[in-house]
Structure formats: C-alpha cells, structure tokens
C-alpha cells in the first residue's frame, strides 16, 4: 500500500502530475519566451510546447514514456485536466477584467459601428459559407448544420483583445484614438461573440446532463448575463470597496474575485454552457468597477498569465496529432475566409464612422488578430463535438497566422515605426563594463574604439564626429550620467554604446558631478526622431535611483539587461 | 452523454470541482480575515471554515449535501486533491524562500546556540516521553514506537517562521538584533525539522511503492538534499539572473521558480519523502540567492498565500470530525511537553549565547509559536499512518494555541508595545469628511465637538488645549496637510481626528498652501512617545501624492481606509 497516497491520489499518480505540470509549464514558457524574442505571440511557443510533448513529435518518439507522463485516464490525468479547467476558467475572467464597458460608451458612435459591423459582418459571412458549403468548411457529415454554422459564424467574429492591444502598444498606438477605437470595439465584439457561443453550447446540450430544452438553456444563460452585468455589477461596487479596505491587501481582493468567478463559473457550468462563460461575465462585471485598483488587475493578470494559462495551451496539442490532422486545402480555406470577413466588416464599420480610407484599412487589419480566445472556443467547440479534428487544427492555424500577420500589416499601412527598447539594443558589443579613461576625450575614443567594428566604420571618424558636437555643447546630465552624441553618414541604423566608469568622467554636468554612466549615441544622417526617442528613452529608464545603483554594481552584461529589463517593466504597469 | 465533459472529467464533476473550490476559498479567506482583525493568525480561521465545511458541523447538519460536494472519492474529489497537494507544496516552497542561510551564517554563534539548542532539547524532551509513555501521547498501540517518537520529537522542535515574523512586525522588533537572531534560529531548526520529518517518512515507506528499503530511501533524501543546496543552488544563483534578463517581469522568473519547485517536490515524492521535501528544499537553495528580487518573492509569496494556501487548511478539518476526536488530556498533555520542550531549549540556547535573563526568555516565548507548518506536519503523519485523528486534532490544537499566545507573552515579558496602524484608528466617530471650518481655530473647534462624546471630555477642553499649543507655533506641514495636537489630562489613550476641507484652511504652513487634510492628535498626559509615533505615521503614510489624492477624492469613510489600507501594505513590502 503506498503509505503517502493523498487521499484519492496514489503517490505514483501525485508524481507524475506534479512531473507533467513542471515539464508543461517549463517547455510552454521557454519556447514562449523564444518565440516573444522574435515579435511573435506567446502562445505560439505554448502551443509548440504541446506539439513537441503531444503525439504530433514526443509520442511518435516514444509513445511508452508519453502515456506515463501524459495518461489520458487515471488520478493524474484527472487532477491535470481540473488545473488545466480552471487555468481556463481563469484566462476568461482576466479577458473579461480587461473588457472596460464604460470607456466603450465614451468612445460612442465610432466605436459601435466598428463593432458591430466588425461582429455581423463576418458572422453572416461565416455562416453563410459553413451553412451552404458544409463540406468546404470540414464539417463532419453526421452533425447537425445550423449549430455548425452558427459555430463557424462565431469563430469568424471573436477577436484577441491581448493581441491586438499588444500590436497597439508595440506602434506607440494604444493611447491613441484609433487605438482606444479599436480596444473598445474588439471588448464588444468578445462580449458578443462569446454570448453567441453559449448560446450555440446551450442548443446542443439539449438532451444532455440536466435534460433542459435548447430554449431553456438559452433562457437561464441569458438570464443570467443580465443579472450579473445588472444588478450583479451594481452589487460588486459597492463590496469593492469594503473587501479592499477590510482585508490584507491584495491577496483579500484577488480572493474575492476569483471566488466570484468560480461560482458563476460552476453556475454556467451547471447551466451546460461551460464554466468559462460564467467567469469571463464574473470578469466583465468585476472590471468594470472603478473601485478595482490597477494593481490588484495587474496583479491578478500576473499570476494568471504566468502559472495557469501556459499549462492549458500546451494540453491544447497534448492529444492531438497536428501533422496527422493538418488539411492544407481546409486551413487555406478557414485563413482566407476569417480574414476576408473580418477585414471587410470591420472596414465598414470604420468607414460609416468617417475614420480616412488609410486607417480604416489599418483598423481593419489590427482586428483580424484571432489568437487565444479563439483557440479557446474551438477547443470547446472539438469536445462538444461540434467540430472534427482536422477543423479544429485548421482553427488554430488560422488563429495563430492572423495574430502573427496582424501587426506587421497594421505598422506596413499605417506607416509606424516600432518602439525601441534599451534592452535590445545592448550587447557585449556595444557595452563597456570598466572604462580606463578619465577625461571626456579619452572616453569618447575608447567608446568609438568599440563600437567602430559593428558599425563598419572608423573609429576616428565617429570620435571626431562626437568630440565636435560635445564641445558646442557639454551633454553631462544630473545623477552622474552623460549622453555624448552625433550624426554619423554612412551609418545604417540608430546605435548605442554603453561605458560605466567606477571613479566617474567629467562631462561638465550642471551639478558638477563627474558622470559614471555614459552612453554614447550614433544617429543615421536621416534620422526620423531616432536621437530624441533615444535619449527619452535612456532618461526615462534611469529615473530611478534603483535602476542606476543596479546597473552600476551588475558583474556582467546579463544583470544590466536584467535590471534594465525590470525598470521597462515597472513602467508598463 | 455530457457533451461538455472536459477529458476524463465530466460535467458535474468540473461544477463540483468549481464549487468546492469556491466556497473552500471564500469561507477560508473570509473567516482567516475575521480572526486576523481580533489579531489572530490567519490560519486559525481557514481552519475553522473547515471545521465548520467538514463533518463537525455541516456534514452534521445536513450529510447528503456535504456528501455532494466533498466526496471523498471521484473525479471532483481528485482535481481538489490535486489542487490542495499543489497548494501544500508552494506553502513550503514559499516558506523555503523566507530561509536566508547566508543571513545566518551572518548572526554567527548566537544563532547557532538558540536553533540547535532550539531543536536538539525540544527533540529529546518529545522523542523521550513519546518512546517511554507512548500511550500518553496518544500512540496507536499497534505502531511502531521508534517513528512515532521520532516524529513527536520532531513535532516538538518544529516552529513557524510566519507567525513569528509576524510577532516581531507587530512588536517592532523585526529589524532589531533579537528579531534577526530568532528569525536565523527558526529557520534553522525548520530546516533541521522538516529534513529529519523527510527520514521518518523515508524509515515508515520502507517496502512501499518502490520496494526500496530505509537506508537506501534515508541515502537518496540526504544526497538530494545535499546537491540542491551545494551544486543546485550554485547553478540556481547563476541561471536566475539570465532568467530575469531575457525573459517578461515577473512571470518568466515565476514560472521558473515554481518549475524548480514542482520538479523537486516529483523527485522527492518518488523517493517516498512527500513533495513538499522538495519544493521546500527548492525554496531554500532559490531564496538564498541574492540575484532572486524582493518584489519577485513577494508576488510568489502573495498568490501562494492567497489562492492556495487558504484551500489547503480548509481542507485539512474537511474529513476530520474534531469534536468527536476532541481528547482534552491528550490536547493538553501535548501542549504543555510543546510548550515547556520548545522555551527550556530556546532559553537555554539563548542564555548559553549570552542574553540576558529577560532577553532570553522573550526569544523562548518568541520561538514557541508552531503555526501551520505544524500541521502540515500533522497532516502528513495521519496520512501516513503515523498518528490517530485524537493526535492530529491535539497537535493542530496545540500549533494554534501556541501561535496565539506567544505574542502576547513575548510582548508582556519584553513589556514592549504594539506598532500603531492608522486605519485602525479611524472610525465614523473621529472622522470628518467635509469640513465646514475656514480658519484654523474654527476647524480645532469643529474636530473638537466631533471627538468629544467619544472620549468623554467636554469639547471646549479639546478645543483650548489644542488651540493654546497651535498658538505657540502653527502646525501645518507641506502637501496641504496640517497636524495641530495636544496632551489631554483625563484621556485613556491616543486619540485621533482626521477632517477634509476641500478649500482648505490656513494652518501657516512653510510652503503657504492651506490644509485640506488635517490631523488632530491627541495623547494623554503620560504619552510615552505616542504622539511622535502618530506624527511619523501619519507623515509616512501620505508621503505619496497618489495616496493624498485617493483620500481627498473618497467618498466614504470605507474608501478612504482602503486608500490608507493600501498605503501601509506597501511599506511593508
């Protein structure tokens, strides 16, 4: 008798559960970071992890060692599929936290034509191709045609509020106007969208668990939409407040929240529309009060983001062959249709609200982004039945290359540069750990001197350059920094150098103190705000004393960036 | 058939599953926040949800229900043990990252002295009356008596880092001398603690799932445990820093973190020592590393404690009848040998390092405090057989009569006050939202009538002391604030008035500007340093701009102790 058996779970199957989560969740956040490295969506490298651990490669190698990892039966493979339900569970209600209902009434008229022309749009389109060309859309023969339809509409016209508001972000757009448009017709479509799927969810389980009729289904989800963005968004104001003032700050908050949304979670579940409805409206509800602090969502999101949902997406794959069931035909056929309904509709949508040719078009293209949400649904859609396996990787296909594209697209029509980030930008090749010299000449040589390879370009010419334009005018800043510069012909993009000198340069600081971070900054003749996004950008980061004391005790370049790092981070929030 | 069925988990199971966990996880957080308001650990409550969830009263007054939502068996039963396993397993990985080896390395001697004598005389004194009297303490006559009073001895030398950081806060002794020397000796003797439970549970596995035998289970726990904190911390301290360089903040470090931990915590569980061995040894070699940021542990430390940790103590009373199993010589005989066992060993060690007779006794009292640790101890051996439910019920008695009272003793025998907290202070009795007064003499008038019926002096007394001291020199500071005060005959204790003004009133401050927040003080004659201790706080507390603002903005009493709530969980982290 294995004497450690906790209650229901034998030791050897608390072994491999805690084994399978450590494995799911590291290879799911490596490759995630990797591919993050490389401008792409997170949950591609997740969902990578679980076709490296699935059948697709990890099974095919050795498919004994995957059955003991990865059972599809039995006490850990049960205990797995709970985290991964309410991991979730828990990625609706952040979703639903970021849906902001009242910025979306400021935003007005735009705002509602962009959604739901953006939502009608592709859903008729959607529709009506599954609905008259079934077998185009992969749908397995046996199924009944207007949930399908009704399905493939619905997939046709969620968005990815994450993604899209990442692009923004990445374009120095999300404040913007068009940024804010875009955010608050995306949260309306969701909100739609995801109704509608409960509504197709509550059509088939007719005749399921409870043995309600479809229109009972439909009555108690609707029913209880209503009351929880009513009188339940009403009544979670008002205890905000009193959970925030009368508990341990946050965790006394969070745990509120996420009671509130397991319980309407467990209401919907048992409803038959699946637990993530209850928690995306508990989310909904929750957001939007002004009462719910920016750190306890930031917080919230955090630990969501970091533990729950890279889990769930990597068992996305874990079961599924996607080399067996990828049908090129049907993923050309499911991409050009979702991009097609979408950019039209949300064009419109833009259009009728006056916005030019240019930034409906851009508007238009930065709503296509399906990402995780919609691998979501059609997750749900492939257990309920509704869609066979080779529609289902065609959905993830899809969702994945239109988040991937979307960006890229945008920035090409709207003409926007990426914002840089300082930690990108550093290498050991441009940076100087211990500086020898002790005036600011010899300092401006020595950093010309390294950074002359990587430029292909003389030392001498960028240390003349620079000494000319230092002596017009000293550049030592307050807080011992200094940020010698010039324009350099023949220089082919923006380019840094990094020196830290322990005893300090003078570069004639107006607090007279000697400067010990000196980054020295080469602009291309033509060069577009490069110098001035540049030297915000160091300014901006190394307002904080922290920040300067981590970089100035860092034994190698990793804990620069590292401290570096943490400084962008902190500003996001 | 459920068509929503998630894998090997159908429908009702999931909403089960959801259900439990959130009513485990509101009635635990909101019973801890109740006791913890009285002053009491938090842990307390969460185990009384489960008392009052479990068969002791629920399962009492209706066990059809208790039995639908807590089986014991079944889908639902193994996603919350899954999930409760889980939640064990990151409380000893966090309580791992609280121990600072390097820390005590630094407290030299006495350190050594207080913890070994701190866990050896404990041990003896537990392992002795456990191997000569088993039948005193509660042994199961067909048990082995060596593992029994091995683990007595080890329940009695075991202590709780929580709790009695959470004692030294409050006393404001933290950061002193005695703080560190205690915090170093507890995390020594838990250390020792929970590595000698590891081979008790290694002796008793012995023939279990791997058929190996004691020595061979005893050698692998020591050479895991060996490496992690030798090679594995030295290759942990070298990789965190390229984790927290190249990857997003704080989630990548996070997911990192709890990889190790659920890596370890599987090896460990396969040796046959329980997971959390492994997760907690994880902690230790992780948190030693200075690369490993504050804010990094505490985001851990946060969404440990707040999602999972409640659940679990909920669940430790949910199939335990504790009144059935209330054995009052047994509770009290293991209370007095913890008690006498724990302050013998500790004064000892202390005396022995040179403390003096109160000082040592103080850090005695101090270190008594056994808390949850104990009874994730407890847990542990009744599932493994060790001990009977009458043990368990009195070791979980004893953890938390000696959390409570260790406090209040510690502090009598140091005859130190409690810290003050400013939103404990405010009530609707001293608290005036929309002052009416325009000149600083009306608004000491007006603050005065307010306070008086309270404090049982007639309001022109008030009102003359404090006008007389503001006439000696005007008390408004900068940031619009202002703190006239005085020393009442006649008042019990320190005594506070906060009004608003939204245009202010002229408190001749340096920077001009009239107050619009304006603190009234009032100590008695004996104050022993209370006013300044008020002043420091209040002066703390709104350094922030942002907190200024959300207090002025509030529009009730409960928003602006939310403002102040969130103000002071800041400082301490």
């Known amino acids: ?4 058996a906790a209650g229901p779970l034998s030791v050897h199957e608390l072994t491999i559960f805690f084994l399978a989560l450590a494995v799911l969740m590291g290879v799911a956040k490596l490759l995630g970071e990797i591919v993050r490295h490389w401008g792409q969506p997170a949950v591609l490298g997740e969902l990578l992890a679980g076709i490296l651990l699935g059948p697709t490669v990890f099974d095919y190698l050795s498919p004994s060692f995957h059955n003991w990892l990865f059972p599809t039966e039995g006490g850990s493979a049960i205990a797995l599929t709970g985290f991964t339900q309410l991991s979730v569970a828990l990625l609706l209600l952040v979703a639903g936290l970021e849906v902001d209902l009242s910025s979306v009434w400021r935003q007005g008229k735009a705002a509602l034509s962009v959604s739901l022309s953006g939502v009608l749009i592709p859903f008729a389109i959607g529709f009506g191709v599954a609905y008259m060309l079934p077998s185009l859309m992969g749908k397995d023969p046996t199924g009944e045609p207007l949930p399908f339809a009704a399905f493939i509409g619905i997939a046709m016209s969620i968005t990815a509020l994450p993604v899209i508001s990442k692009v923004l972000m990445d374009l120095n757009l999300f404040k913007s106007d068009m940024g804010m448009l875009i955010m608050s017709a995306a949260m309306v479509d969701d909100l739609i969208g995801w109704m509608g799927f409960a509504f197709v969810l509550a059509m088939i389980t007719d005749g399921g668990a409870h ?34 003032a009368h508990t341990v700050w946050p965790s006394g908050v969070i745990s509120f929240v996420l009671c509130i949304a397991l319980l309407c979670g467990a209401l919907t579940e048992w409803i038959g529309v699946h637990a993530i409805f209850g928690a995306f409206l508990a989310g909904v509800a929750i957001g939007d009060s002004s009462h719910l602090r920016e750190r306890t969502r930031d917080t919230i999101h955090q630990f969501v983001m970091s533990i729950f949902v890279p889990v769930f997406f990597a068992t996305l794959a874990l079961h599924t062959n996607f080399i067996a069931n990828f049908n090129l035909l049907l993923v050309l056929i499911v991409l050009v249709v979702a991009i097609i309904a979408k950019v039209v509709g949300c064009y419109l949508g833009a259009a009728i609200a006056g916005m030019s040719r240019r930034e409906s078009l851009g508007i238009a293209f930065g709503m296509t982004a399906r990402g995780a949400m919609e691998m979501v649904l059609a997750d749900l859609a492939r257990k309920a039945g509704l869609i066979t396996d080779e529609l289902f990787v065609a959905i993830v296909v899809m969702a994945l290359v239109t988040s991937i594209i979307s960006g890229p697209i945008m920035q090409y029509i709207l003409q926007r540069k990426k914002s840089m980030k300082l930690q990108d930008l550093l290498s050991d090749k441009n940076v100087i750990l211990n500086l020898q010299a002790t005036t600011s000449q010899q300092a401006i040589n020595e950093m010309a001197q390294k950074i002359a390879p990587a430029v292909s370009l003389p030392a001498e010419d960028i240390a003349t350059t620079v000494w000319q334009r230092e002596q017009m005018m000293h550049t030592g800043l307050p807080n011992q920094m200094a940020v010698p510069h010039g324009r350099m012909a023949g220089l082919s993009k923006p380019t840094l ?30 060069d577009n705000g490069a110098q001035i996004e540049l030297l915000s950008l160091i300014a901006h980061t190394f307002d904080k004393s922290q920040i300067r004391e981590q970089v100035l005790s860092a034994s190698n370049l990793t804990e620069i960036q590292a401290a570096i790092n943490q400084a962008g981070s902190h500003d996001q929030h």
Chains 1, 2 share one sequence.
Do not use: C, E, Y
Not at 231 to 243: A, E, N, Y
Not at 507 to 524: E, N, V, W, Y
């Open 211 to 244: 043995g309600a009729n479809v229109l009972m289904n439909i009555g108690m989800t609707l029913g209880f939409a209503i009351l929880i963005l009513t009188v339940g968004r009403w009544i979670l104001h008002r205890i905000l407040p009193f959970v925030q």
């Open 497 to 526: 150098v990094l020196a830290r000198s322990a005893n300090g340069v003078d570069f004639d600081a107006s607090d007279g103190k000697p400067a010990q971070l000196i980054f020295m900054l080469l602009t291309p003749q033509q």
């Open 1 to 4: 008798m294995p004497m450690l």
